[in-house]
Structures are given as structure tokens and as C-alpha cells.
């Protein structure tokens, strides 16, 4: 599995979609099991509707933020959304 490209339209996974654990969290139900996602790991995966490009989900992120390493946040979020690439969550 690699990076999302800047043009990739990242959005859940056929099989994937958000479920509520009857608190605030949210949980991200997927074939083999559940995530609780909170944080900016929450907000990255709200982003990703297939719509949005992986650049502008960064540039968003980065203005929610206020980040002064983009290079790093820019990093933190394909690592993220490569990881869920690969337990097949996240598709780009």
C-alpha cells in the first residue's frame, strides 16, 4: 500500500460507515471489528467523504490547527490514512 497522491479522493471503504457507542466518540464500524476514533483522527476520516482531495483535507487540518510544520502534518495524515488503507477501512 502506499501514500494518498495530493489528487487521491479518499472516503470509507464499501462495508465501512460510522455507528454511535452512546457517548460522544464516535465509532467507525468496519467488516472485522470497530474503531473508536476521537481527535484529529476523528476529524481526518470525517474528511475523507470522496469527495475532498488528500490535499485539500491537509489544508484543511492545517488551518483548523494552525500548524507550523506542515511538512510534518502533511506526513502525519498519509501515514494515518495508509495505515487504515491497509486494514482496508479507507480506500483512495
Excluded at 481526518?44 to 470522496?50: F, N, P, Q, R
Excluded at 483548523?64 to 494515518?80: E, K, L, M, P, V
Aim: glycine share 8%.
Amino acid at each position: 500500500m502506499a501514500f494518498p497522491t495530493d489528487s487521491a479522493q479518499p472516503r470509507l471503504a464499501p462495508g465501512c460507515r460510522w455507528g454511535n457507542s452512546g457517548e460522544d466518540d464516535k465509532v467507525l464500524l468496519f467488516p472485522e471489528g470497530a474503531l473508536r476514533l476521537q481527535g484529529t483522527g476523528q476529524k481526518i476520516v470525517e474528511l475523507c467523504d470522496g469527495q475532498r482531495t488528500f490535499l485539500e483535507i491537509v489544508g484543511a487540518l492545517q488551518t483548523h490547527y494552525n500548524a507550523s510544520d506542515a511538512t510534518q502534518i502533511r506526513q502525519d495524515i498519509a501515514s494515518f490514512l495508509e495505515q487504515l488503507q491497509r486494514k482496508r477501512i479507507v480506500d483512495y
